[in-house]
């Protein structure tokens, strides 16, 4: 740098180039490291602080707990996994549920009517639904349409697709946790493989069969240190936190005795034994379910109740009857757990109701 004087008697400081480059190298480094975020605008979240998320089951369920997750920033869906290709049987709690449910994910006011074709299901004597699209192929294309929402070019196909949870495991990269809601006698099974290679685990009610299952999961998810989550939302509610802060400040004074009821089950109970296979419909992997299921069960072939039916073996009591329990047992009052017990009713064929 050389400094001269002026006709006024001042001094001029003269950069040299080299001097020069140096400074404006060191500014373009400034402006290069600053947060991605701040770059992105507000609520952008970098790829990098992005969990990597692969969906294994997406029927019904499955579809509306993925579309929980794709809403949240910090997440990305990378793949998807069913053994059913597609199908239009899908239970939905509203008329055109999960049209009307992608809509909303996507921003937008026209299109996906065929995902609810809306024809009638009689799930049991009193509860009568309309049938919704799922499985991996049209969860595949939900996951691409959001995230090519984001893309100038309005296309996206990073979304993998397996019929196989064991073959997305081995085979998708980068996945750092999963979401298992499967049928129920595959929870524990998908849970515990996802878990032994290091990823973190969301899995739908009910997590086991058996004991024995809960506490191996128990014992695996030490080991390995993975985060895990049980779908218990009845405990998160708005209207289960309010209830507590009632007891806790005393509205209705001492606590001495809770009830509490419920309209489960509402799916078929006491199907009678298929006495004939029917045909595996298009787009089922039924071998694959039938070497994990089935034939551990002594049965064979494919009926659609058995592929519609998900409970195993434990009624009310079994899928929800502990999301209950948990909820009272944990925010109630000290040593009233102590009188804590678990009741279901169920009714016999003869009309006569029974309290066990």
Not at 169 to 180: P, R, S
Not at 240 to 262: F, K, M, Q, Y
Not at 286 to 308: M, N
């Amino acid at each position: 740098m050389k400094i001269e004087n002026r006709a006024d008697g001042s001094f001029e400081r003269r950069l040299s180039r080299r001097e020069f480059v140096g400074q404006g190298a060191a500014a373009a480094m400034a402006f290069s490291i600053v947060p991605r975020h701040v770059l992105g605008g507000p609520g952008f979240v970098p790829p990098s602080d992005k969990v990597n998320m692969a969906f294994i089951g997406v029927g019904s369920q499955g579809l509306r707990v993925m579309l929980h997750f794709l809403k949240e920033p910090d997440v990305q869906g990378v793949a998807v996994c069913d053994a059913n290709k597609g199908s239009a049987d899908h239970p939905q709690w509203d008329t055109h549920e999960f049209c009307k449910s992608v809509r909303t994910l996507l921003g937008v006011d026209t299109g996906w009517d065929w995902l609810s074709p809306d024809q009638p299901i009689q799930l049991t004597h009193s509860l009568r639904v309309t049938s919704g699209v799922a499985g991996r192929e049209p969860c595949q294309q939900i996951v691409n349409a959001y995230y090519g929402t984001q893309q100038t070019s309005g296309k996206y196909n990073g979304c993998a697709a397996y019929s196989d949870y064991r073959e997305l495991l081995e085979k998708q990269k980068g996945v750092d946790a999963v979401v298992v809601c499967t049928t129920d006698n595959l929870h524990a099974a998908v849970s515990a493989a996802a878990m032994k290679r290091g990823k973190h685990v969301f899995c739908q009610k009910p997590l086991t069969h058996t004991i024995y299952e809960a506490r191996r999961l128990a014992e695996i998810a030490r080991s390995t240190g993975v985060a895990t989550q049980i779908a218990v939302g009845n405990q998160a509610s708005e209207a289960t936190r309010s209830l507590c802060e009632w007891i806790w400040d005393g509205a209705i004074g001492p606590v001495r005795e809770v009830h509490n009821w419920s309209s489960r089950p509402y799916w078929p109970q006491g199907i009678e034994r298929p006495k004939e296979a029917q045909p595996v419909p298009d787009g089922m992997d039924w071998d694959l379910l039938e070497r994990f299921w089935v034939r551990r069960a002594g049965g064979h072939g494919f009926v659609q109740l058995r592929h519609d039916f998900s409970s195993v073996e434990t009624g009310g009591a079994g899928e929800c009857g502990g999301e209950f329990e948990r909820t009272l047992r944990g925010n109630l009052p000290a040593g009233f757990d102590r009188a804590l017990q678990l009741r279901r009713a169920w009714r016999h064929a003869s009309g006569e109701v029974h309290m066990v």
